[in-house]
């Protein structure tokens, strides 16, 4: 089986104003979508993250790629896998997701991997996720992921959306976010993006979050590293109780050996509750380091800047032996990433928390899965009894979303010029913040 063709399409989808520490996501996020072809008409898919650089990539490879056999190719790209350095130079605590260049060819390959294996399990009738070592569970289970946010629902001009949730910047609007998100998706467990308002503020959230859902629900928050050392461990210990019940603080500083302190503070108070990264672990290089420093204990996977599915369970399986936890990282998707998403999910066995995902916040508008949105049912997305990662283009959408991209402004994510834009023309991030 040869490849015979590569199709490379940029899209928009309409983001709402969502709130982090690095600013405010613009109207419109950017995905890229990826099609190989082979040469029996087979067409294997994959999504990545969007704009100039990654679609300028993926084309940048296209004589790499054309005439090699799906099989063998990732093996024939095994060079890009890695990226580039590691550590601070290469975390993601002062860049957002998909704009570090250190790990550039990192997402090319995963982009790469995940359409030859849907080509490949197109090809001989089996899902995905049996072909990168079987599948464990047939339901993925997903957290609720609220946000601080202003009024709207994304999109710009004609294309304003619905504005579902409306304005959540307090705690009381925060819970009935939460409360929508669980009525509509069945989610079990919350996943809060902090860093945004006052730390006693984000203290009360997850506190009223706790009284309203009980210690059945676990809750974590994430404030992308806003805060100090000091301030960490005093939110820690304030929330002991809220996060002991299967939850985590994420990043709630920058750097590992910040993070070692605020572990070793947390510690010595027999305050228990795991330290989790996306942004400080995010290469296999990185691994040493956490465990001498015990900075770490839950590590956010993403086949996307991972270097693929593959690498994933290969991380799983580090993160099984040191005893380390291992939950997903999510960025603004539609369903080709939820799939994949899903399908290594589904073939990774030392999967401890569920899996974060921005789904709830794009739209049947924007989606180019055909038939539609894909199913979060009791908060878990189902592997479907078909070949590849079982979902197929809608062309028709696809060709919107690449018109959406042609139209609106934005070619890279910068949450930084939208909050100047938008919120207040002076802001900057700034680490720590509190």
């Not at 976010?177 to 902090?194: H, L, T």
């Not at 920058?254 to 995010?282: C, F, Q, S, W």
């Not at 974060?356 to 894909?374: I, N």
């Amino acid at each position: 089986m040869k490849i015979t063709d590569m199709r490379v399409h940029s899209i928009a989808i309409a983001d709402p104003p969502l709130r982090s520490s690095y600013g405010l996501h613009a109207p419109y996020a950017l995905r890229t979508i990826l099609e190989i072809e082979s040469e029996d008409g087979i067409i294997g898919i994959s999504e990545t993250y969007g704009g100039e650089i990654p679609a300028r990539t993926l084309e940048a490879d296209r004589q790499k790629i054309i005439g090699q056999n799906p099989y063998r190719l990732t093996g024939l790209l095994s060079s890009m896998v890695e990226g580039e350095g590691s550590g601070i130079e290469r975390s993601q605590t002062y860049l957002v997701p998909g704009e570090n260049p250190l790990d550039q060819t990192t997402r090319t390959y995963a982009a790469l991997e995940v359409a030859c294996l849907d080509l490949i399990g197109k090809s001989v009738s089996q899902p995905v996720c049996d072909l990168i070592g079987g599948r464990v569970r047939d339901r993925v289970a997903f957290s609720a992921y609220p946000f601080f946010k202003h009024a709207g629902g994304g999109g710009e001009g004609d294309d304003l959306r619905e504005d579902e949730y409306g304005e959540v910047m307090t705690p009381d609007t925060l819970v009935r976010e939460v409360k929508q998100m669980i009525a509509k998706y069945g989610f079990s467990s919350i996943k809060f993006k902090g860093g945004v308002l006052e730390p006693d503020i984000e203290i009360e959230a997850i506190r009223l979050l706790y009284q309203e859902l009980g210690a059945e629900i676990p809750l974590r928050i994430d404030p992308n590293s806003a805060w100090t050392v000091n301030t960490s461990v005093r939110v820690g210990k304030e929330l002991a109780k809220e996060l002991s019940c299967g939850g985590y603080l994420e990043d709630p500083t920058a750097g590992l050996e910040n993070m070692a302190e605020v572990r070793k503070r947390l510690m010595a108070e027999d305050i228990k509750t795991p330290l989790a990264t996306n942004v400080v672990v995010t290469s296999f290089a990185d691994i040493p380091r956490a465990l001498e420093l015990d900075a770490v204990q839950v590590i956010l996977c993403d086949h996307h800047y991972w270097g693929g599915m593959r690498q994933v369970r290969h991380l799983a399986n580090l993160c099984k032996v040191f005893g380390i936890g291992l939950s997903m990282h999510s960025n603004s998707h539609l369903g080709v990433s939820l799939m994949a998403m899903a399908h290594v999910a589904a073939a990774t066995p030392h999967l401890t928390y569920a899996c974060d995902t921005h789904y709830p916040w794009q739209s049947e508008k924007d989606e180019v899965v055909a038939g539609g949105r894909v199913p979060i049912v009791a908060g878990c997305v189902m592997i479907p009894d078909k070949p590849g990662l079982g979902v197929e283009l809608d062309y028709d959408q696809l060709a919107k979303g690449r018109e959406r991209y042609r139209k609106c402004p934005y070619r890279k994510r910068d949450d930084e010029a939208q909050m100047r834009k938008h919120i207040d023309p002076s802001w900057e991030r700034i680490l720590p913040r509190w």
